[in-house]
T-cell receptor, first 112, second 112 residues
Framework: ETGVTQSPTHLIKTRGQQVTLRCSSQ?????VSWYQQALGQGPQFIFQ???????GRGNFPPRFSGLQFPNYSSELNVNALELDDSALYLC???????????FGQGTRLTVV | GNSVTQMEGPVTLSEEAFLTINCTYT??????LFWYVQYPGEGLQLLLK?????DKGSNKGFEATYRKETTSFHLEKGSVQVSDSAVYFC???????????FGQGTELSVKP
């Protein structure tokens, strides 16, 4: 059984660019959530996908968007990058939205 | 709205000392409660959980009891080790499911 994997592990982008982050969920999990963790802070919920449909969204602008694929893997897309988007982006998968979530190692995004 | 408050860090202890990290929450209904641990440069690992009042979660010598009357879920360990040095996050998920809500994290440093 494989855990949650994210790619890439590190990324540097320029302000105004677009970025796509990827996540493979744990085997048997149909729910994927994305979180943003700024330095020294707790993770903040971006959105959740359940069986390819968005199932809740946090307080993030529309330039943060996502997808979930039939195999339950997921992408997080961020358009028009801003310096404040620099953070660790965490993907978590779970069997259902109300059970414990298992996290990947994260993608460290730096916007310059 | 739902929220989690943790004691501020950093917390510095000597090896074999007793650890308590306080966590209180605000939530409607009966949330599930979690402690996650984050080692430097890594994602979050689930440490323990409790899903109803008076449940005690435990793992690797760590314990926390779900106290409905005081809305608390304090993390304890009887004898810490240097390898326990990490950031600890208290979190909840509402009975309605959806997102994890995290505290701001408490950094623990254990000295030999």
């Amino acid at each position: 059984e494989t855990g949650v994997t994210q790619s890439p592990t590190h990324l540097i982008k320029t302000r105004g660019q677009q970025v796509t982050l990827r996540c493979s969920s744990q085997s048997g999990h149909n729910t994927v959530s994305w979180y943003q963790q700024a330095l020294g802070q707790g993770p903040q919920f971006i959105f959740q996908y359940y069986r390819e449909e968005e199932n809740g969204r946090g307080n993030f602008p529309p330039r943060f968007s996502g997808l979930q694929f039939p195999n339950y893997s997921s992408e997080l897309n961020v358009n028009a990058l801003e310096l404040d988007d620099s953070a660790l982006y965490l993907c978590a998968s779970s069997e259902r939205g109300d059970t414990e979530a298992f996290f990947g190692q994260g993608t460290r995004l730096t916007v310059v | 709205g739902n929220s989690v408050t943790q004691m501020e860090g950093p917390v510095t202890l000597s090896e074999e000392a007793f650890l308590t990290i306080n966590c209180t929450y605000t939530a409607t209904g009966y949330p599930s409660l979690f402690w996650y641990v984050q080692y430097p440069g890594e994602g979050l690992q689930l440490l323990l959980k409790a899903t109803k009042a008076d449940d005690k979660g435990s793992n690797k010598g760590f314990e926390a009891t779900y106290r409905k009357e005081t809305t608390s879920f304090h993390l304890e360990k009887g004898s810490v080790q240097v390898s326990d040095s990490a950031v600890y996050f208290c979190a909840l998920i509402s009975y309605q499911g959806g997102k994890l809500i995290f505290g701001q994290g408490t950094e623990l440093s254990v000295k030999p």
